[in-house]
């Protein structure tokens, strides 16, 4: 699904040599690249508050801890995501609530987020899934008028741009009180191992979220709050300071296959190629609303498995994001739920598929993926 090795080859001196300075500094923790690589991610994203975290797992966590969320507070989010937005809501003994999504964009529908309000609903955890923003605008509308937090799990999405309808744009994860991404190696921005970070514009609030992530000290071993154990280690930093000025071009590769990917298979009528949304009709040459974490097709009157089978068997990797609802997994089912209430998630676990993305294709490499997938189809 990634091609890790590739990029990293093109940046293996200088990643090689930030390691190795890390090691000679022994400066494991809170080296002088953790600071150097916040500072540059604050300016790449125009935010004022980058809190370098563990993963991030942590940094929906952390973000959730920060606000003062407190066991009962409702948070509404997807159904149809990773299960890590869910997992620590219910860690937390908050409440989840989750709803349905839309079909093109497979980000949290707003209809149903309407629905899903009440008195005790404290938070909404937009997921930026797949690379590119929930309708963010009517998002911090509902959360304006109901006084909630908007806490954007930008995991998928950072370097992504969302444009407001007065045309203004800001980036993903620096639009609600707070963002948190991950640098997991197969994210857009990944380090090699775990990383994440949490976003912020609010001064205070970044104040208490750096005291969080460090046991609840805001002076050395003195606990104001209960805090964790959530550090950005330095090798990680120093490797991802390194790569964030190459972001912009691994997200440019990555439309660049999109968009092959969506000429070959525009007008089959068995296929339907992502939507873009906000504004974005198409993917025009200077449109960065959508940074392709993944590049999901939707499927029509198309055995889904079989092509998932074919395409293993012909050496093509390729992946159902996500098999199952969250509402119908184990650790999260509740009677709470009417299956009624999320038919499009039904509908996409059983239709969606996946295709490789990532920043090094070969022309040939597509041809064949793209190739592969129509002869399936159109048999
Ligand atoms: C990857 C991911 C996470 C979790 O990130 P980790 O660094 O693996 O903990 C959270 N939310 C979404 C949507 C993700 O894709």
């Known amino acids: 699904m990634v091609d890790l090795k590739g990029q990293y080859h093109k940046i293996k001196d200088e990643v090689d040599n930030a390691i190795l300075d890390v090691v000679a500094s022994s400066a494991f923790i809170n080296g002088p690249q953790v600071k150097s690589f916040q500072a540059n991610l ?60 839309e079909k093109d964009t497979f980000n949290i ?79 857009n921005l990944g380090c090699y191992g775990d990383g ?14 750096r005291g969080m992530v460090n046991h609840g000290m805001y002076k050395r071993y003195y606990h104001d709050v209960i805090g964790v154990n959530s550090r950005l280690d330095t090798i990680q930093a120093a490797i991802l300071d390194i790569k964030l000025p190459h972001l912009d071009s691994y997200c440019d590769a990555r439309r660049d296959a999109a968009k092959y990917y969506n000429e070959a298979f525009k007008s089959s009528d068995k296929i339907a190629i992502p939507k873009m949304a906000n504004g974005c009709e198409r993917i025009c040459d200077d449109c960065t609303c959508h940074v392709f974490h993944q590049y999901t097709l939707r499927l029509k009157g198309v055995d889904r498995n079989a092509l998932h089978q074919h395409l293993l068997d012909h050496g093509i990797a390729n992946a159902i994001y996500y098999p199952v609802p969250l509402h119908k997994q184990k650790a999260y089912a509740d009677e709470r739920y009417i299956e009624d209430n999320f038919k499009v998630t039904n509908e996409l676990v059983d239709t969606v598929i996946s295709l490789p993305m990532h920043t090094e294709f070969e022309e040939e490499q597509l041809q064949n993926i793209t190739q592969t997938v129509l002869n399936f189809i159109e048999e």
């Open 42 to 101: 604050e300016k790449y994203l125009d935010v004022k508050h980058v809190i370098p975290c563990a993963n991030g797992t942590d940094a929906l966590q952390i973000a959730m801890m920060g606000l003062g969320l407190e066991q009962g507070d409702e948070v509404i989010t997807a159904d149809f995501t990773f299960a890590a937005t869910v997992e620590v809501i219910g860690l937390l003994k908050l409440t989840p609530v989750l709803v349905d999504v």
């Open 109 to 187: 529908d707003i209809e149903a987020l309407k629905k899903a309000i009440t008195p005790k609903t404290k938070a909404i955890v937009p997921v930026h899934l797949f690379g590119q923003c929930a309708n963010m605008e009517a998002i911090l509308e509902i959360a304006k008028e109901h006084n909630l937090f908007v806490i954007e799990d930008t995991a998928q999405a950072i370097g992504a741009d969302y444009t407001f309808s007065d045309g203004t744009t800001k980036k993903a994860g620096t639009i609600g009180h707070v963002g948190t991404t991950s640098f997991f190696p197969s994210k």
């Open 196 to 209: 994440g970070a949490i976003f912020t514009n609010d001064d205070e609030l970044a104040h208490i979220l």
